[in-house]
């Protein structure tokens, strides 16, 4: 379990704006996918054969325009589950005080942000609410990041392809495809 709540924090990092950190902690992501998950550690060797041959200064404009300036994803789980409107501003407002409850900090950023979403659930201990936010709101938002990725070279696609089957193998095999619910504290997102 150890390697999987690990696996989250990298991803995290890899999801995040980038640092000089950034290659450190894609050799340690494939190290730790490799025996777990070959195919998405494939999709991340990808990634890390683009950054060997870019700069932080390049990754860092590729980074703002694939999640920033007209993205071409935004790295928002709330956004692909409820669009911009109230419905996402109570998934926030239920997510913050999750959080807080959790002892967990957003830091500056909002708290439906993938890398601090993944942070989150390398932090919690209970399995099945794991389980439940990866199935509910991970997975599927996930997902519709990668359509805007169709026909492009971006790099960050195969981080995403990558983290999309490492966080479907996280999971017990029995759970997926259920049907289930989810409170985030005063708020029930029904699936």
């Not at 704006?17 to 998950?37: A, G, H, K, M, W």
């Not at 494939?42 to 920033?68: A, G, I, Q």
């Not at 935004?74 to 419905?87: I, K, Q, R, S």
């Amino acid at each position: 379990m150890y390697v999987t709540l690990r696996l989250y924090q990298l991803f995290a990092n890899l999801v995040e704006y980038p640092t000089p950190f950034l290659s450190d902690r894609v050799n340690e992501c494939i190290s730790l996918l490799t025996p777990l998950q070959r195919e998405a550690a494939d999709f991340v060797w990808r990634f890390k054969t683009f950054l060997n041959l870019t700069s932080l200064s390049r990754m860092e404009e590729l980074y703002t325009s694939t999640f920033d300036l007209n993205a071409i994803c935004y790295p928002y789980v709330g956004y692909y589950l409820f669009g911009d409107g109230n419905h996402r501003g109570m998934f926030l407002s239920g997510l913050k005080e999750h959080y807080r409850i959790c002892h967990f900090s957003a830091g500056n950023e909002l708290p439906d942000h993938l890398g601090v979403m993944l942070r989150f659930l390398a932090n919690i201990e209970n399995e099945e609410e794991r389980e439940e936010i990866i199935l509910l709101c991970i997975i599927p938002a996930v997902k519709k990041m990668l359509e805007g990725f169709r026909g492009s070279s971006n790099p960050y696609e195969g981080v995403l392809q990558g983290l999309l089957l490492m966080l479907q193998s996280s999971i017990r095999s029995e759970e997926i495809g259920i049907s289930t619910k989810i409170s985030l504290e005063g708020f029930r997102y029904d699936r």
